[in-house]
């Protein structure tokens, strides 16, 4: 109810300084009047950006994940690469882009390294976290008991690092359809894709297709976070926020039901005769 009441508050200001200015905003009613005539162009556009989003994110959080391990289990490693990764995270990707157009083209290639630059970082440094999260106790019970380091690394510290790799995922799902985005909008001579779609309709100054495909990024957002978020609940069934959700969740009726007794008891007592 909150969510549906602040959506509305703003719909009623967008329609308000649309009807002023609508130079500046379109109506709601022409946005969805330009989905509802056009359906084929975003959905082919939104398949080109999710195409980039998913393989970028494939591959970005996949190289996290294999490095986030090796660091686990190898400090050499994670001295040597973590600072280099710290400098690639403060990099503006929007500064390599053009370098990367010019060394792969004007294919699908520098959209995906795009995308999967923006969402390597989240990634690894969860990962890692994650897997040296693992308390020492729980440790010790693995070496007295003679575990191998393999054993340790997919029987105990992955089991840890699983909350933290989902947690990451569902930052950077999202991220990697604004990583397509901006590689739509900074790779010079891109025919597809809804980054492309607003680049060319804001140029004609056509507001409404501008506003139809940002909405049509939200959407594709906010799926992509459900998603992840029902494949959390799926998966850590077993993990401690999980539980704690649910016994909220079947708390929530008690505390109502319970609420009831106390009330009939004040009843009772304003009923008793006076003595």
Same mark, same amino acid.
């Given at each position: 109810?909150?969510?549906?009441?602040?959506?509305?508050?703003?719909?009623?200001?967008?329609?308000?300084?649309?009807?002023?200015?609508? *130079?500046?905003?379109?109506?709601?009613?022409?946005?969805?009047?330009?989905?509802?005539?056009?359906?084929?162009?975003?959905?082919?556009?939104?398949?080109?950006?999710?195409?980039?989003?998913?393989?970028?994110?494939?591959?970005?959080?996949?190289?996290?994940?294999?490095?986030?391990?090796?660091?686990?289990?190898?400090?050499? @490693?994670?001295?040597?690469?973590?600072?280099?990764? %710290?400098?690639?995270? %403060?990099?503006?990707?929007?500064?390599?882009?053009?370098?990367?157009?010019?060394?792969?083209?004007?294919?699908?290639?520098?959209?995906?390294?795009?995308?999967?630059?923006?969402?390597?970082?989240? %990634?690894?440094?969860? @990962?890692?976290?994650?897997?040296?999260?693992?308390?020492?106790?729980?440790?010790?019970?693995?070496?007295?008991?003679?575990?191998?380091?393999?054993?340790?690394?997919?029987?105990?510290?992955?089991? *840890?690092?699983?909350?933290?790799?989902?947690?990451?995922?569902?930052?950077?799902?999202?991220?990697?359809? @604004?990583?397509?985005?901006?590689?739509?909008?900074?790779?010079?001579?891109?025919?597809?894709?809804?980054?492309?779609?607003?680049?060319?309709?804001?140029?004609?100054?056509?507001?409404?297709? %501008?506003?139809?495909?940002?909405?049509?990024?939200?959407?594709?957002?906010?799926?992509?976070?459900?998603?992840?978020?029902?494949?959390?609940?799926?998966?850590?069934?077993?993990?401690?926020?999980?539980?704690?959700?649910?016994?909220?969740?079947?708390?929530?009726?008690?505390?109502?039901?319970?609420?009831?007794?106390?009330?009939?008891?004040?009843?009772?007592?304003?009923?008793?005769?006076?003595?």
């Amino acid at each position: 109810m909150p969510t549906a009441f602040v959506v509305v508050l703003l719909g009623m200001g967008w329609s308000a300084v649309a009807a002023e200015h609508p *130079y500046i905003l379109p109506r709601l009613a022409d946005v969805g009047a330009t989905l509802a005539d056009r359906p084929e162009i975003f959905l082919a556009n939104a398949w080109s950006t999710l195409s980039i989003a998913l393989i970028g994110v494939a591959c970005g959080a996949g190289t996290a994940f294999v490095l986030a391990l090796l660091m686990s289990e190898i400090p050499v @490693v994670r001295r040597a690469l973590m600072p280099l990764a %710290v400098v690639l995270n %403060v990099t503006p990707v929007v500064a390599l882009a053009p370098g990367l157009v010019v060394a792969f083209g004007f294919g699908l290639a520098p959209k995906v390294i795009v995308t999967a630059i923006i969402t390597f970082f989240p %990634v690894l440094i969860n @990962v890692a976290t994650g897997l040296r999260a693992v308390p020492e106790p729980v440790l010790h019970v693995f070496r007295t008991l003679d575990a191998s380091r393999l054993e340790v690394l997919w029987r105990l510290r992955i089991p *840890y690092g699983l909350p933290y790799t989902l947690a990451a995922l569902r930052v950077v799902m999202p991220l990697s359809i @604004v990583g397509a985005v901006v590689a739509e909008f900074v790779a010079a001579g891109s025919s597809g894709g809804l980054g492309t779609l607003i680049r060319t309709s804001a140029s004609s100054a056509q507001l409404d297709s %501008v506003y139809a495909a940002i909405a049509c990024l939200a959407t594709m957002g906010v799926l992509m976070l459900a998603l992840v978020s029902a494949v959390e609940r799926r998966v850590l069934f077993w993990h401690e926020s999980q539980r704690t959700r649910a016994s909220r969740r079947t708390r929530a009726p008690q505390r109502t039901d319970t609420s009831r007794p106390r009330r009939s008891h004040v009843a009772q007592r304003t009923e008793e005769p006076p003595r």
